[in-house]
């Protein structure tokens, strides 16, 4: 089993930034990618970014250029550095990780972006 704890959502006005973290305990050597979805009001959720073992990202269209995601192996945490933020990131955030057998989510944090 892998627990996720996802913490540094908040309100942030558009143009700002916000750093989400994601903390990894239990069976960590199992993970095989871990990453970052988003579910906005009345929408499904979607993809945002992904960072594979080997350090290898992906990014989605829609924030690439804006959004970083990195790790700290040390203190089993990945982050997403969110920059330039837009009204339509408004969403709760859900961090992911993937081993071969499945999938892990976290119970997701907030972000709002509005003036």
């Known amino acids: 089993q892998v627990q996720l704890v996802e913490s540094g959502g908040g309100l942030v006005q558009p143009g700002g930034s916000l750093r989400l973290s994601c903390a990894a305990s239990?069976?960590?050597?199992?993970?095989?990618?871990m990453g970052w979805y988003r579910q906005a009001p009345g929408k499904q959720r979607e993809w945002v970014a992904t960072m594979t073992s080997g350090g290898s990202t992906n990014y989605a269209d829609s924030v690439k250029g804006r959004f970083t995601i990195s790790g700290d192996n040390a203190k089993n945490t990945v982050y997403l550095q969110m920059n330039s933020l837009k009204p339509e990131d408004t969403a709760v955030y859900y961090c992911?990780?993937?081993?071969?057998?499945?999938?892990?989510w976290g119970q997701g944090t907030q972000v709002t972006v509005s003036s």
């Open positions: 239990g069976s960590i050597f199992s993970i095989n990618v």
């Open positions: 992911n990780a993937k081993s071969t057998v499945r999938a892990y």
